[in-house]
């Protein structure tokens, strides 16, 4: 699993992700027995947030991750994709979710 991008969102937006997880070959994992999650963290590795996937309908690859970022400190996260299959867990790359205070506000 790779995963290369930064997101940028408002504190306080429902995050919502369709993410396609794939093995080192590119092919898409089948997902119907997997517990998988999406892991947020500040920069000093406290946990902000875990966030369920779930998978879509026949479980090939695709999955969806909703969840409320009102909680969230302003400023650079780290995250990555935790994917559990028959006790095995595979960790993507690190990537960075960047939070910003509306203006609004």
């Given at each position: 699993?790779v995963?290369?991008?930064i997101?940028?969102?408002?504190?306080?937006?429902?995050?919502?992700?369709?993410?396609l997880?794939?093995?080192?070959?590119g092919?898409?994992v089948?997902?119907?027995?997997?517990?998988?999650?999406?892991?947020?963290?500040?920069?000093?590795?406290?946990?902000?947030?875990?966030?369920?996937?779930t998978?879509?309908?026949?479980?090939?690859?695709w999955?969806?991750?909703?969840?409320?970022?009102?909680?969230?400190?302003?400023?650079?996260?780290?995250?990555?994709?935790?994917?559990?299959?028959?006790?095995?867990?595979?960790?993507?790359?690190?990537?960075?979710?960047?939070?910003?205070r509306?203006?609004?506000?």
């Open positions: 699993m995963a290369r991008e997101l940028r969102l408002k504190q306080g937006v429902t995050l919502a992700l369709d993410l997880v794939t093995d080192d070959l092919s898409a089948n997902l119907s027995t997997a517990t998988a999650n999406v892991v947020v963290c500040d920069a000093l590795g406290n946990a902000v947030a875990t966030l369920p996937m998978p879509a309908v026949g479980g090939l690859g999955a969806t991750v909703t969840g409320s970022t009102a909680a969230w400190p302003v400023g650079r996260l780290m995250a990555e994709v935790q994917v559990t299959i028959g006790g095995t867990v595979e960790i993507s790359d690190t990537f960075s979710i960047v939070v910003e509306p203006v609004s506000q």
